[in-house]
């Protein structure tokens, strides 16, 4: 079974005539999600050549075991892809490919840079593209403002990979410290593995300090705030107070400048034992951080 979203890879690239380079659909997959889609089925990120999704990559190796795509270096449909197409969105391809279908290359890839300038701040081909002057300067206005060394706090609940790492990006975090006990998730995008991987592909260091997690066991009876605010209490009577080192750790980054990001799983820092670390980091510090929570 097919998610809607790998249904449209496969629907997408049926329009464009089942075979397309992969910077080329990668701008194609982001216009349409951008111009057809109330809610987006991928979202992106700045990347070295403009707008990029993850998430879409990780469906295309799905598809290709599957045998809907070929293995190779950019899109090709199997010979059983066009049968798993969905024809749920075939307008708005219809649109998308009467508008965008000719463009290849640079000339697509300049077409995304105009139109959406906040996709192409990280670029390394922007001077490649790129003749007009204040288009230059548009897209380098569109970088984040650089916030100073700090300590935020965020969650994965509810976001995706891309929404994530975009939350970062808009923040000026530097460095990513993950503060699970086991870094495994079976969202994807979550593992350590993973995660670590994309933070670093977008100049995010990443970090693990598992001595600073609660053991899963710990957490399987949690159900109203009252069992939170227990478990962080003892958290913060029996675990922290043997873990300065690396409490430490994390206050000399932020001493040598760096922003960094406590993360975990919950949405609500009040559920999560994130807060009781950017707590002791700042009574460490001994100073205000003015701590926010992505």
Known sequence: MLYQRQKLLLSLLETLGGEVKSTDFQKLLFLFTKEHEEEPSYEFVPYKFGCFSFTSYADKRKLTEKGYLEDCEGWKLAKEGPKLASFAQRQGLFRLNKNYGNK??????????????????????VDKVIDDPSL???????????????????????KTLEGYLNLLLEDGVTILCDVR?????????????ALSSACESLGIRYEHLPQLGIA????????????????????????????????????????????VALTCYEHAPHQCHRHCVAEAVEHQIGGILDLCHL
């Open 104 to 125: 290849r290359g640079s000339d697509l890839v300049s077409e995304v840079y105009t139109r959406y300038p906040e996709t192409a701040w990280r670029s390394e081909i």
């Open 136 to 158: 230059r300067r548009r897209i380098k206005n569109a970088r984040p403002s650089k916030n100073g060394p700090g300590l935020v706090t965020i969650g994965y609940e509810g």
């Open 181 to 193: 006990r086991n870094p495994l998730s079976r969202k994807y995008g979550f593992s350590k593995g």
């Open 216 to 259: 899963s066991e710990q957490r399987r009876e949690l159900h109203t705030q009252a069992d939170y605010d227990a478990l962080f209490e003892e958290y913060e009577r029996d675990n922290l107070p043997s873990q300065t080192e690396a409490v430490e750790t994390i206050s000399s980054w932020i001493k040598e400048g760096d922003r």
